[in-house]
């Protein structure tokens, strides 16, 4: 009883010390349920108190039971279906955002590979343009140069033709010709370029008459 006298006189004051919430100044009233301490036995009016329960109507409870289990199939139908809207709502937006990424890609993958086969195409045609080039010069080149062939061959010809034969009658003639013409291939050359050919042999004087006539 003491410790309730003091917790009472204790609220009074906090009561008088407080302000009303639309700024008026007066005592805020609030009520306190004080609870019965645990170690405090049953009250005398409801020790053998046993509550009876609430009759129930068997139609009355197979009607809410139903009811009840209809609110709970279709509760449980709305958290599933909302569940997996919310689950799926990304994956959905994201393989769209997939297959428009996907189709932007090939499209610009078509370009380019458009791109690259009209410039392959170009470079293709070029190429031939300059094997085609090359082929004529090639054939040009060979056609001179079967031209200068010949015409060498033919001058060679016509100068073998100019060039007198040796006949018997000047054979004796021309073989002195070509004893008394020789060349002598052994010479020397130094750093300087210098050409150090050998001495001709001196050819045998002729014999005095007497030794003719002997």
């Known amino acids: 009883m003491s410790f309730q006298i003091c917790a009472t006189r204790i609220l009074k004051q906090e009561l008088t010390s407080l302000t009303h919430p639309t700024g008026q100044v007066g005592p805020l009233i609030q009520s306190v349920r004080w609870a019965k301490s645990r170690f405090k036995p049953i009250a005398k009016s409801k020790q053998f108190y046993v509550r009876e329960p609430t009759p ?33 709502r990304p994956k959905r937006t994201q393989t769209q955002n997939t297959s428009e990424d ?37 054939s ?50 130094d750093k300087k370029g210098n050409l150090y050919k050998e001495e001709e042999p001196k050819l045998l004087e002729e014999e005095p008459e007497n030794t003719k006539s002997e």
Do not use: C, G
């Not at 109507?57 to 139908?77: G, I, Q, V």
């Not at 009209?118 to 094997?131: I, N, S, T």
């Not at 004796?172 to 002598?184: L, T």
């Open 102 to 138: 996907l189709r932007q890609l090939l499209l610009e993958n078509d370009k380019w590979n458009a791109q690259v086969a009209q410039e392959r195409e170009a470079d293709m045609a070029r190429l031939a343009e300059f094997d085609a080039e090359k082929k004529k010069l090639r």
């Open 140 to 189: 040009e080149r060979y056609q001179q140069y079967r031209l200068d062939r010949m015409i060498k061959a033919e001058e060679k010809f016509l100068a073998e033709l100019e060039n007198p034969f040796i006949s018997l009658e000047d054979l004796d003639k021309e073989i002195a010709h070509a004893i008394d013409s020789k060349v002598n291939y052994n010479f020397a050359i």
């Open 56 to 88: 129930q109507d068997p139609e009355e409870h197979k009607r809410l039971k139903f009811l009840n289990n209809e609110y709970s199939t279709h509760l449980r139908a709305l958290r599933t279906h909302f569940l997996k809207e919310i689950t799926e």
